[in-house]
């Protein structure tokens, strides 16, 4: 499996401000997606980044809130804006291999005070 | 649509006992499942998966699960516990849309270990 990655690993952000996530994997991918991960909770999935168009948002998500970029096939990030305390968790991307299997990075742990 | 049910959000067990984490899923379709690990302060690292063929598949560190069609569960077992095991395991269900699989992951459960 290609090897995926995520930047920053966790940040500690002040309310009303945005954090841009990034996610890199070292081999072109079709599919790419980004999931929450709230304390204690199970994973929920955000948006499907999909490259050349706009990402495709569960409800729920809404593209304001979380604006998503895909520029190329190995790359795309994910800005939660606007934050609030509410929006402390853990944001994790993935990517699905021809195997219809997803695959994870490591996750970006984020604190809003 | 699907849904996956994992009973029980903590299990403990004795270092060397079997270890039993049980999933019921929900699919309309034929289902791919997963079982994925997180370690403290670790991102998700698959564990095993189901999508066709054989019904007892096998995955990393001696984890098994067996694919139950009439009982719709797919139940993560090891013979053996190792205190490295302590993590929280995730049962999840696909469904092959024709261009990507969406998951859908259950709360998950939280192994613990002891002496």
């Known amino acids: 499996s290609a090897v995926i990655s995520q930047k920053p690993s966790r940040d500690i952000c002040q309310r009303g401000t945005s954090l841009t996530i990034q996610c890199q994997v070292d081999?072109?991918?079709?599919?790419m997606f980004w999931y929450r991960q709230q304390p204690g909770q199970s994973l929920t999935l955000i948006a499907t980044?999909?490259?050349?168009?706009?990402?495709?948002?569960e409800s729920g998500f809404v593209i304001d809130k979380f604006p998503i970029s895909r520029p190329n096939l190995t790359f795309s990030t994910l800005t939660v804006s606007n934050m609030s305390p509410e929006d402390s968790s853990i944001y994790l991307c993935?990517?699905?291999?021809?195997?219809?299997?997803?695959?994870f990075g490591p996750g970006t742990r984020l604190t809003v005070l | 649509a699907q849904s996956v049910t994992q009973l029980g959000s903590h299990v403990s067990v004795s270092e060397g006992a079997l270890v039993l984490l049980r999933c019921n899923y929900s699919?309309?379709?034929?289902?791919?499942l997963f079982w994925y690990v997180q370690y403290p302060n670790q991102g998700l690292q698959l564990l095993l998966k189901?999508?066709?063929?054989?019904?007892l598949v096998k995955g990393i560190n001696g984890f098994e699960a067996e694919f139950k069609k009439s009982e719709t569960s797919f139940h993560l077992t090891k013979p053996s516990a190792h205190m490295s095991d302590a993590a929280e395991y995730f049962c999840?269900?696909?469904?092959?849309?024709?261009?990507?699989?969406?998951?859908?992951f259950g709360t998950g459960t939280r192994l613990q270990v002891t002496l």
């Open positions: 699919s309309s379709v034929p289902p791919y």
């Open positions: 999840a269900v696909s469904v092959n849309t024709g261009t990507a699989s969406k998951l859908t």
């Open positions: 189901y999508t066709t063929g054989a019904t």
């Open positions: 980044a999909n490259q050349g168009s706009e990402a495709t948002y």
């Open positions: 993935s990517y699905h291999a021809y195997t219809d299997t997803q695959y």
């Open positions: 081999s072109q991918v079709t599919m």
